[in-house]
């Protein structure tokens, strides 16, 4: 028996609907539970030799959720167990739908913590604002995590030292990079944890060298030849990686976790390590 013509069509369009299937199988149940470890050097300002050779782990977008557990969020941390860094960095959104999920994540934030040489610290995101920020402080309080709400706090490093400088969460309108800045000296190096990446050019503005933003998840899902199909607002025009903002180097990670959908498509979840170098020997 001979197949007629549209039996190809037939077939053809099986096979599409297939590899379709297939390929939101993965985005759902693979993809997103694969999370990488990503390498960044950024060059320390001039004058602060001291804080070459610093390493900075920085971990953001949690969203723990029924879709995002803690042993995920293990396996995603654990890609820095191994790998000596001095700073525990924690960039905003810690659960996801209701906070009662964060309590299932702060085991795991105690090792990430644990590992750190010299200190740790956090910012929140704009779901810890929605969702309840009091509890995710009482949360970070009862684990003696520092979350940094508009203000600055140095460490010690090299005979130097390196201002974290916290912003609060913009989309809630709390932010206030001038208050957050005012206790930094002139002249000193500072790093900015700020969850969305769009307001960038005002923490440049302030003399910071580094800012680390989480919030946009790389777009979770990325379409050939498009890109992000969807990107939340203050995350819109700085989508993920590296960029510069003048003299100030913005890291923007796809975090760990994922929200509404629970799906990732060429965008796998990240966790950072920074190490800091000399300017005459940075590296992207």
Known sequence: MTNGPGWWVTRGAALVGAAGTGLAWRARHVVPYRPRLERIDVPVPFGHAGLVGMRLAFVTDMHMSPFFSQANLRD????????????????????????????????????????????????????????????????????????????????????????????????????????????????AASLVLWHEPDWAQEAAECGAFLQLSGHTHGGQIRLPGKGALALPPGGRRYEMGRYSIGAMTLYVSRGVGTYRPPARFRCPPEVTLITLVAPTTAMG
């Open 76 to 187: 995603a941390v654990a890609l820095l167990d191994g790998e000596p860094f001095d700073l525990a960095l924690l960039g905003g959104d810690y659960a996801s739908e209701t906070v009662r999920y964060i309590d299932r994540g702060m085991p795991v934030l105690d090792d990430f913590v644990a590992w750190a040489r010299v200190g740790a610290f956090g910012v929140l995101g704009n779901h810890d604002e929605q969702l309840g920020s009091d509890k995710v402080i009482a949360a970070f309080d009862a684990h003696g995590i520092p979350l940094l709400r508009n203000e600055a706090r140095p460490v010690a490093f090299g005979g130097d030292a390196l201002w974290v400088v916290g912003i609060d969460d913009a989309l809630a309108n709390h932010h206030d990079p001038a208050t957050a800045f005012r206790g930094v000296p002139p002249g």
